[in-house]
């Protein structure tokens, strides 16, 4: 199976960008990491391209998939048949928020 072209922008240290990454090595894909963070550019292109400011935003074989967690972009490959279902677990919690973000009791969130 030919591997697909991923660009994912992502926070540096995000829960949900780390379940992005998580899902990216179960599946042995390459993919360009674009740190939205540390680099305005890359921020402004996710916001072009996804046509919203929030992330993680990944782009795979030209579609883009906004605001998006791990656990979501694993659901959607699968169905497209851009990966096979495999028995890895990942390496970091898929559907996760930052830890600046987690809820309080009681108390819902937002990406």
Not at 36 to 47: F, L, P, S, T, V
Not at 95 to 110: K, L, V
Request: with cysteine; glycine share 8%; aromatic share 6%.
């Amino acid at each position: 199976m030919e591997k697909p072209k991923i660009i994912a922008y992502l926070k540096p240290s995000c829960g949900w960008s780390q379940g992005v990454r998580a899902v990216m090595r179960k599946y042995d894909l390459p993919f360009e990491d674009r740190d939205i963070i540390n680099d305005a550019n890359q921020r402004q292109e996710m916001i072009v391209k996804s046509g919203q400011m929030l992330s993680p935003c990944v782009e795979i074989n030209g579609h883009m998939l906004p605001d998006i967690s791990g656990e979501e972009v694993e659901s959607w490959m699968l169905a497209q048949g851009v990966v096979t279902p495999n028995a890895r677990q990942p390496d970091a919690p898929t559907n996760q928020p930052c830890a600046n973000e987690m809820p309080s009791a009681g108390i819902g969130f937002r990406r």
